[in-house]
């Protein structure tokens, strides 16, 4: 389920960006925004949407890390630990 609540942002992000596209190159059209102001513009959103991105990534990576920890479920290295005391 996670994993398709980030595809549809991820998708959303795409139209948007998209959509922020056509709307620069019409005003650029109409002489109202220089190419190097859309193009800085388009950078600067996208290089914002990647830092999101990757804050959210640790937000989630965090949040399950404390659920698993809540849970008392058993971590990859607790197996690993279990495995080496058993050999």
Sequence with gaps: MLKEFLHVGLGGMVVLKEKIEE?????EEKGKISTSDAKSFIDSISQRGKDEDERVKAKIKEM?????????????SDIEELKSKLS
């Design 64 to 76: 399950i890390k404390e659920v698993v920890g809540e849970l008392g479920l058993a971590t990859k």
């Design 23 to 27: 709307e620069l190159k019409v005003l």
